[in-house]
T-cell receptor, first 114, second 113 residues
């Protein structure tokens, strides 16, 4: 079964440092997402990406966040200057279509900011 | 603003004891209602997408149903391996493109042998 893969699985970073989280979506999918889940809380939408541009973003996705699809397979989330409150599990997801088809999630990247 | 409320927050059942999880939602225009299973420290695992009231989908011991205001996840004769947190999420229509899911807090299900 095809899957979304994410790296790293766990990263510890100093406050103020830049972090890049990487994702390889399912190969024939066209829509890509980042979500986060703070420990013990619900999954929250950050941003969606289609046709090489941001389609929708939440209030959480402020100027310190950016996304990029640098090549035909990778999809990245960059946090420019990490804060303690950025500590969370970050999930990448992909979908073949926006019409509520099947949105598959990766296993997540656990980010700890110290 | 889309809203999703799941109940109960936690549910403990005996193996074989069937039950239902509830997901109430408010959305401007429903594109899809999603059910996921999440194990501790893992990503959400896709179970079902429902699109319109009256729709039902089944997978093994799980059956999801949808009305205009809520969805139920029915678990028939559960086994210990069904223990997990079950998440409900909605996707609404906006100006087109890829819309983000709004998740509920989940129902933490424990099946005791």
């Amino acid at each position: 079964e095809p899957e979304v893969t994410q790296t790293p699985s766990h990263q510890v970073t100093q406050m103020g440092q830049e972090v890049i989280l990487r994702c390889v979506p399912i190969s024939n999918h066209l829509y890509f997402y980042w979500y986060r889940q703070i420990l013990g809380q619900k999954v929250e939408f950050l941003v969606s990406f289609y046709n090489n541009e941001i389609s929708e973003k939440s209030e959480i996705f402020d100027d310190q966040f950016s996304v990029e699809r640098p090549d035909g397979s990778n999809f990245t989330l960059k946090i420019r200057s990490t804060k303690l409150e950025d500590s969370a599990m970050y999930f990448c997801a992909s979908d073949r279509a926006p019409s509520g088809n099947t949105i598959y999630f990766g296993e997540g990247s656990w980010l700890t900011v110290v | 603003e889309d809203q999703v409320t799941q109940s109960p927050e936690a549910l403990r059942l005996q193996e074989g004891e069937s039950s239902s999880l509830n997901c109430s939602y408010t959305v401007s225009g429903l594109r899809g209602l999603f059910w996921y299973r999440q194990d501790p420290g893992k990503g959400p695992e896709f179970l079902f997408t429902l699109y319109s009231a009256g729709e039902e989908k089944e997978k093994e011991r799980l059956k999801a149903t949808l009305t205009k205001k809520e969805s139920f996840l029915h678990i028939t004769a559960p086994k210990p391996e069904d223990s997990a947190t079950y998440l409900c999420a909605v996707q609404s229509y906006s100006g087109g493109g890829a819309d983000g899911l709004t998740f509920g807090k989940g129902t933490h299900l424990i099946i005791q042998p």
